[in-house]
């Protein structure tokens, strides 16, 4: 080979391996971004990224691209196979928080492990369904027309087995976390469902034991809810209350009526107490039929263990507690000492047939009162009305013996057959298996 051959093939040499290393060059620069190379690397953006239940990696890369999140679908899914060949057929619904920034191996990473985006929701104690849509609607999650539509849908309240037409008691006070993508009706599913993990056998038997069904507890509940939010004092509430249903005296309780005044201003009148109602305890003896608000856990307890006292009235201190009292003298001195200067509410023809005695001990009366029984026997002058002469008025008339349920103690709980506790016989005791299937098979 002489000189100028070996030059001319150095130079033919020198063309291949300057276009072998552009190739591999222009090869290293594909692969490298559209692998592993981010769309904006100085992008603030942040984009709320929605996969989709039953999506595959194919279309989540499609996604991707779309939202020019990444560069490239092929890109991504063969840096999936590269990379997370394990995890890329695990993929997790949920939202993403994703940039134009992040590489998509990053995103890959977030994706496949589930680092979904929770949005927080507090429904506290004591919140009307009505409020509910205002609360989710902050979230973003929902709008509250989607949630209103929900909370009256009726397929939705038979399918979770609510009576009536409102969902109101049934949707249980807790903090809740909830992804995209959800709906109004999978949003109240869950509240619901969480209640009903809540209300145990244990609790189921009591409630039979104490001759009531799940939903009058669950209203029983919400009116001690409403009434008192000092803790020690719930189990006194609802012995008040348990005691006037057992005399048939009226609750007479000022939130039950208020749940059925529109746009109620917060200034309780005797227009309001007068006015009929199924939720007008003044007029209307029993509970009301369903609940007024959606009652704690603690509410709930105290509605089923209520204190064993004679309490029949209750009147609140001022600093959110509240005063008992077993007569209506002794209601009367906590009425003025804690009330004093507030006009009763009540007017005569919605409270019990007057003798001198209660004219003048009503005289005194400034508001709070939980109040006079209706159909009270009268008494000598200077007497009062005293728990021993109600007890002879119920012997003399009692109440009607209690409804029997609508429908199953099970509705809030499909067991059936439920652990067997010691029969204490008397009302308030623990029921036996036999007691709870009895009461089942009669409600059916």
């Keep these: 080979m002489n000189l100028r051959s070996f ?14 290393v552009l190739g591999l060059g222009l090869t290293y620069y594909t692969i490298n971004s559209f692998l592993f190379s981010p769309v904006n690397a100085n992008s603030t953006e942040e984009v709320g990224f929605v996969v989709e239940r039953g999506a595959n990696l194919k279309q989540v890369a499609e996604k991707l ?11 991504v899914e063969i840096l999936s196979r590269l990379k997370f060949e394990d995890q890329r057929n695990k993929i997790i619904a949920g939202e993403y928080k994703l940039s134009p920034s992040m590489t998509p191996r990053r995103i890959l990473e977030v994706i496949l492990s589930g680092e979904v985006v929770y949005y927080q929701v507090t429904i506290p104690p004591g919140v009307e ?55 109004s009706k ?14 145990t056998n244990e609790m189921l038997e009591r409630t039979a034991a104490l001759g009531y069904n799940v939903h009058q507890i669950l209203t029983l509940a ?3 809810e409403k009434e008192t939010g000092h803790e020690p004092d719930r189990k006194n509430v609802a012995s008040v209350f348990h005691n006037r249903l057992k005399l048939g005296m009226p609750l007479q309780s000022d939130p039950t009526v208020i749940y059925a005044v529109p746009n109620f201003d917060g200034n309780l009148t005797r227009v309001h107490l007068k006015t009929p109602s199924p939720f007008n305890t003044y ?64 007017e005569p023809e919605v409270t019990a047939p007057k003798t001198e005695a209660t004219e003048k001990e009503g005289a005194k009366n400034k508001g709070g009162d939980k109040t006079q029984p209706i159909k009270a026997p009268t008494k000598p002058k200077g007497e009062v009305l005293e728990l021993d002469d109600i007890e002879k008025l119920r012997k003399a008339d009692p ?23 010691e029969s204490g016989g008397a009302p308030g005791a623990g029921a036996t298996p036999e007691d709870v299937e009895r009461l089942l098979r009669d409600s059916e």
């Design 7 to 20: 030059f001319h093939l150095l130079g033919s040499l020198s063309v291949y391996i300057f276009a072998l």
């Design 65 to 75: 691209e779309t939202l020019k999140l990444v560069k490239s679908a092929l890109g």
């Design 129 to 183: 369904v009505a409020k509910l849509p205002k609360l989710f609607a902050e979230t973003t999650l929902v709008t509250a027309e989607e949630l209103q539509q929900a909370l009256k849908d009726p397929a939705l309240l038979k399918e979770l087995s609510i009576p009536g037409n409102s969902m109101e008691g049934y949707i249980f006070p807790e903090t809740y976390k909830f992804s995209r993508p959800i709906d």
């Design 186 to 199: 999978e949003i109240i599913t869950r509240l619901v469902t969480e209640g009903r993990k809540k209300f």
């Design 222 to 224: 919400s009116v001690i």
């Design 283 to 346: 007029l209307n003896t029993g509970l009301p039929p369903s609940p007024i608000t959606n009652p704690s856990l603690a509410s709930i307890e105290a509605a089923l263990n209520p204190n064993e006292t004679d309490f029949l009235y209750f009147v609140g201190k001022g600093d959110g507690t509240s005063q008992f009292s077993a007569n209506l003298r002794d209601h009367n001195e906590a009425v003025r000492k804690y009330q004093l200067g507030k006009a009763p509410l009540i």
């Design 399 to 421: 109440p009607p013996a209690p409804r029997k349920p609508a429908k199953p103690l099970s509705q809030l709980d499909p067991i059936r057959r439920l652990p067997s506790r």
